[in-house]
């Protein structure tokens, strides 16, 4: 027989749990939205996109994993937010000829990498801004991990010149 005070308790303990998830899904929500900004220079364009990916996130919900799972979980956001960005780096190859155009000199750091080609920046942020590592972004964008990992470093190489300019 449950006492008074765990029965008390009970609710209140739900009640936390809900705003956990709560903040937890807005915490991943303004991670997505960040990485979205320094991909897109559109603030709407942005938004779309996160939505689109939380669309995503709930679709892979119902091929077996739970909702809040999905959506709670950053590495799976992340993977969808990669997915979206996927045929970037063939629009990047043949624009530049196969090899990266250097961003302009004297630049800040945010303006520099919105110079980069669109896929040597979402590689660049996905590695350097969330931390996973070659190999993880080059099965989630069916991509060689040595190819991601030069162009990281390139990207590196780049920003480096254009900030100390």
């Known amino acids: 027989m449950a006492t008074r005070t765990q029965l008390q308790l009970e609710p209140l303990s739900g009640c ?7 903040s937890e899904y ?7 939205y960040t990485l979205c900004r320094w991909m897109l220079s559109d603030a709407n364009r942005a938004r779309r996109m996160e939505i689109n990916i939380f669309l995503d996130a709930c679709r892979g919900a119902d091929s ?9 979980d950053g590495e799976r956001l992340v993977a969808h937010f990669a997915v979206h960005f996927r045929g970037l780096f063939a629009s990047d190859a043949a ?11 004297g630049l800040r750091l945010r303006e520099a990498v919105r110079q980069l080609p669109a896929g040597q920046r979402l590689l660049y942020l996905l590695h350097e801004l969330e931390g996973y590592p070659p190999a993880v972004l080059a099965d989630w964008l069916d991509l060689d991990p040595g190819y991601c990992a030069r162009l990281i470093h390139e990207a590196r190489l780049q920003l480096r010149d254009a900030v100390a300019a």
């Open 26 to 32: 807005e915490r991943q929500r303004r991670r997505i």
């Open 64 to 72: 077996g994993h739970g909702l809040r799972e999905e959506i709670m």
């Open 95 to 105: 624009a530049a000829g196969g090899g990266g155009a250097a961003p302009p000199s």
């Open 16 to 22: 936390i749990h809900e705003q956990f998830l709560q």
